[in-house]
């Protein structure tokens, strides 16, 4: 990614070999550090940005989120093996279409807190359980924004897929109904 091998310079690779990975850098101060979330237009076409126009009116749209953070900007994404967190520089996600941020808030953790939070998050978020409609990018920044202790994200990112994931909900009992009464 764009922000390189996200775990040696998270997790203080400046630190000498004779100190243990356990030590704590007497430098790093717990001091406010603003959490921003950056919302995208779905994809790199102007298709989907006038489609997000029109929905504006009634709160929702269809977004890529991601959540920056001590000059780091993360995001979750589907991917075959492996966590799909991933990492950009802020506002620069190629894959889609920047349109505007959120001042979430302030957290007190520290980059190194922050990488822990984050290992331990891999094994949360895996790539191959990614899901458009009830775990995506938007569920991660929900997800990580309460983690750092900044609160939701706001309802107009996420209710899209939200009424996507409950009108697949409906249609999976529908079909399951169905099947019961076609082949009891």
Not at 104 to 128: C, N, S
Not at 164 to 182: C, E, F, R
Request: charged share 15%; aromatic share 8%; net charge neutral.
């Amino acid at each position: 990614g764009q922000c390189g091998t996200w775990r040696r310079p998270l997790l203080g690779a400046a630190m000498g070999a004779e100190q243990s990975a356990q030590a704590v850098d007497p430098t790093e101060v717990h001091k406010p550090v603003l959490v921003t979330l950056h919302v995208y237009d779905l994809g790199r076409t102007g298709e989907l940005r006038m489609l997000n126009s029109v929905l504006a009116s009634l709160g929702t749209g269809a977004f890529h989120c991601a959540v920056e953070v001590h000059d780091r900007e993360w995001s979750f994404q589907a991917h075959p093996i492996g966590s799909g967190i991933f990492c950009v520089v802020p506002k620069q996600c190629l894959q889609h279409s920047y349109r505007t941020s959120v001042t979430m808030g302030f957290t007190t953790m520290t980059e190194r807190e922050i990488a822990t939070l984050l290992e331990h998050m891999r094994k949360d978020w895996p790539g191959p359980r990614y899901s458009m409609l009830s775990r995506n990018c938007c569920h991660f920044c929900d997800d990580l924004c309460r983690r750092l202790g900044v609160g939701p994200i706001p309802v107009w990112t996420t209710n899209l897929a939200g009424a996507g994931a409950a009108v697949k909900a409906v249609a999976d009992v529908a079909a399951d109904s169905a099947y019961g009464t076609w082949f009891a």
